[in-house]
């Protein structure tokens, strides 16, 4: 089946730092998407990219989807203690139908 | 409150328990998921309901049994588990279809601890 390569798979920061993470793999998407999960909560969805190349922001937080389309990534702005937790991207593939392919997470530390 | 609610939050079990995750959810979706979550490992799809077809993950033990009555519910029966079942169980939705590109909806998820 498809994989996403997440990296890194952990990162331990300054509050105030800037964060980025990416997602790759060898099948392309046709949808990447970026999820935050909060300790002991399910994941939550922060931002969704439907095109090639699409920059799309949510507060300090943006994404892109990859011009080969099989990459994405997403970078996290001047980061606070609240930005503490999982963050996993998702993708799909037009054949799979609505089946995501989840990556596996990059947990995030900020310390204050 | 993301409109898709699990029940019970936390489940602790011994090994010759049986018990059922309940999930339900409120946004108008036709399909749902679970999933299973252990430290350390990537999500792992266990079944799919979706447009009233099941898809499972032909790994999953047959100890794990999935019922969805209609498509606003989603259980997950469990009996005999092991102690390595002990994981985050999430139920998820979306509005499935081969052209929609919509995200997943998770739950909050329920800890199950075996004992």
């Known amino acids: 089946g498809q994989q996403l390569n997440q990296s890194p798979q952990s990162m331990f920061i300054q509050e105030g730092e800037d964060v980025s993470m990416n997602c790759t793999s060898s099948s392309i998407f046709n949808t990447w998407l970026w999820y935050k999960q909060d300790p002991g909560e399910g994941p939550v969805l922060l931002i969704a990219l439907y095109k090639a190349g699409e920059l799309t922001s949510n507060g300090r937080l943006t994404a892109q989807f990859g011009i080969t389309r099989k990459d994405s990534f997403l970078n996290i702005s001047a980061s606070i203690p609240s930005d503490v937790g999982i963050y996993f991207c998702?993708?799909?593939?037009?054949?799979?139908?609505?089946?995501?392919?989840f990556g596996g997470g990059t947990r995030l530390m900020v310390k204050p | 409150e993301t409109g898709v609610t699990q029940t019970p939050r936390h489940l602790v079990m011994g090994m010759t328990n049986k018990k059922s995750l309940k999930c339900e959810q409120h946004?108008?979706?036709?399909?749902m998921y679970w999933y299973k979550q252990s430290a350390k490992k990537p999500l792992e799809l266990m079944f799919v309901y979706s447009l009233e077809e099941r898809v499972e993950n032909n790994s999953v033990p047959s100890r794990f049994s999935p019922e969805c009555p209609n498509s606003s519910h989603l259980f997950l029966h469990l009996h005999t588990l092991q102690p390595e079942d002990s994981a985050l169980y999430l139920c998820?939705?979306?509005?499935?279809?081969?052209?929609?590109?919509?995200?997943?909806?998770f739950g909050s998820g329920t800890r199950l601890t075996v004992v």
């Open positions: 998702a993708g799909r593939i037009i054949r799979a139908g609505n089946m995501l392919t």
């Open positions: 946004l108008g979706h036709n399909a």
């Open positions: 998820a939705s979306s509005q499935g279809s081969w052209t929609a590109n919509y995200g997943y909806t």
